[in-house]
């Protein structure tokens, strides 16, 4: 069958619907850098490869076809249509151009992707809408709703056996016929995976590769300074299941019933009484950057999580106190305060940081198990997972493989940008299963 990938990135939708025989006959992608590059990795597609799918040239060259693939950004819809009952709410989205596309080509399949969240996105609203306006135009459609809300649940290449977290949302859908009875793969939640599958050797590792992949001292050392901690602590003492935040070790701030923001001048200095950095001078806006940055925000409350939040962390510290070492309190209030952060997710296992995947987020130093990989997350390069027997990053090619790519896929020359497009892309193994499924013999011969 032929098909056109919409929002094409680095082509996650044509690898796996061409492993199954079918035709790419357009792609469209505003990115320049990733159109060039699409035609390097499908060189047949060389002439048939468009930019902004908003033009209306780039929307006049779209060929029949048979089945329509796109990971469709999730962009706020107007309420204006269900309040009003005239105006399109996709209107100025990008989803409405796929309407406008499949209103003019009415393809047999629609294969869509998007975010964990979109079901629940505007309270569900978003959801509606897309069902809605694909059932209008004559689609029998299914989502991959969470299991609270009836569904079977987000699709994760851990799933499938790819050593891989990533929770997504599909839409399938079928047009004036019905649906297979399953579309979308089996769930198995408990497949055991390791990410060990996609490591790649030491001497396969190119000077480029080890010159990416190193990690800097100072995050080589802050690794370090947590494992210090970790490993003298008995083993009876359970490590929290929330991040922990060492600037509450000796925090007096208020928290519950108000903020330091709206604390007076004096009430404000004397719950900083003692900090290293408190100075006689100093205004009531000086002294609110003296707390940790989370505390700092200029509202009348904080939000239930964040007290929540407070309340476990001085409660567990102040039962560990003996644990931090005042050496070694000192010497972690010289890394930034995200650093100063930790979150451990390996509950039972040995305490020993470099046994896991770990990876630096704005919530801390998260530690998880060699199982998976964290999901890859395409708006930040700083959050790339480090393999922690390896003692580095993770290659281009472990993130090609992660996605369910071949190794000699092509990816943009800086690492930030192909880190950006492998966290964009859609998982080629979950596809090919959606897609083998949907597209089963037996529906084909219907057509």
Same mark, same amino acid.
């Not at 990115?31 to 048939?48: C, T």
């Not at 490590?239 to 709206?262: G, H, N, V």
């Not at 003296?290 to 964040?306: D, G, N, T, V």
């Given at each position: ?7 094409? @990135? ?25 159109? =060039? ?16 799918? +908003? $033009?209306?040239?780039?929307?006049? #060259? ?31 989205? $990008? ?6 596309? =499949? ?22 609203? &978003? ?48 047009? %004036? ?9 089996? /769930? ?12 790649? #050797? ?10 990416? *992949? ?5 995050? !080589?050392?802050?690794? %370090? ?10 083993? !009876? ?21 108000? *903020? ?10 004397? /719950? ?25 925000? +200029? ?14 962390? +001085? ?13 070694? /309190? ?27 995947? $770990?990876?630096?987020?704005?919530? @801390?130093? !998260?530690?998880? !198990? ?11 390069? *700083? ?11 993770? &290659? ?7 996605? @369910? ?20 892309? /859609?998982?080629? @193994?979950?596809? +090919?299963?959606?897609?083998?499924? $949907? ?9």
């Amino acid at each position: 069958m032929r098909f056109i990938d919409l929002f094409a @990135g680095l082509g996650g939708f044509h690898k796996a619907l061409s492993d199954l025989g079918h035709e790419c006959v357009y792609a469209s992608e505003i990115d320049e850098s990733l159109r =060039l590059l699409y035609p390097q990795n499908f060189p047949y597609m060389n002439g048939n490869v468009r930019g902004d799918i +908003r $033009l209306p040239d780039n929307k006049n #060259a779209v060929p029949e076809h048979d089945i329509l693939c796109a990971g469709f950004p999730c962009q706020p819809f107007s309420k204006s249509g269900s309040q009003q009952g005239l105006s399109d709410p996709t209107r100025g989205t $990008l989803f409405h151009e796929i309407l406008d596309v =499949l209103e003019r080509h009415k393809p047999e399949y629609i294969i869509l992707e998007n975010v964990g969240n979109f079901e629940r996105h505007d309270q569900g609203r &978003t959801w509606r809408v897309v069902k809605e306006r694909l059932e209008l135009l004559g689609y029998l459609v299914k989502g991959t709703e969470h299991v609270a809300t009836g569904g079977s649940g987000l699709l994760s290449p851990h799933h499938l056996g790819y050593p891989h977290t990533r929770d997504r949302f599909y839409i399938v859908g079928r047009f %004036n016929k019905e649906l297979p009875k399953d579309p979308f793969p089996e /769930v198995k939640r408990f497949r055991k995976t390791t990410i060990g599958d996609i490591v790649q #050797a030491t001497h396969e590792l190119t000077e480029r590769d080890v010159r990416e *992949t190193l990690l800097t001292a100072l995050q !080589r050392e802050c690794i %370090n300074h947590w494992n210090r901690l970790i490993s003298r602590m008995p083993e !009876r003492i359970d490590l929290p299941s929330f991040p922990i935040w060492t600037d509450e070790l000796y925090a007096k701030y208020p928290f519950e019933c108000q *903020t330091p923001f709206m604390m007076t001048t004096r009430a404000l200095r004397r /719950v900083l009484r003692g900090h290293p950095q408190l100075q006689p001078d100093m205004v009531h806006e000086d002294l609110v950057q003296l707390l940790p940055s989370y505390a700092r925000s +200029r509202e009348e409350a904080f939000p239930k999580w964040k007290i929540d939040f407070i309340r476990q962390n +001085r409660q567990w510290l102040m039962a560990n106190r003996p644990y931090f070492k005042d050496s070694w /309190v000192a010497k972690l209030r010289e890394f930034p305060s995200s650093l100063r952060k930790f979150e451990w997710n390996c509950n039972g296992e040995e305490r020993e940081l470099w046994k896991y995947v $770990l990876q630096f987020r704005p919530s @801390g130093l !998260r530690v998880k !198990r060699y199982t998976s990989s964290p999901a890859l997350v395409a708006m930040t390069s *700083t959050q790339i997972p480090i393999l922690g027997p390896e003692q580095r990053f993770i &290659t281009r090619t472990e993130g090609l493989r992660l996605q @369910g790519f071949s190794d000699d896929h092509k990816l943009p020359a800086s690492r930030v940008a192909a880190f950006k497009c492998l966290g964009n892309a /859609v998982h080629v @193994g979950v596809v +090919r299963e959606i897609a083998r499924r $949907l597209i089963s013999p037996s529906t084909n011969n219907e057509s």
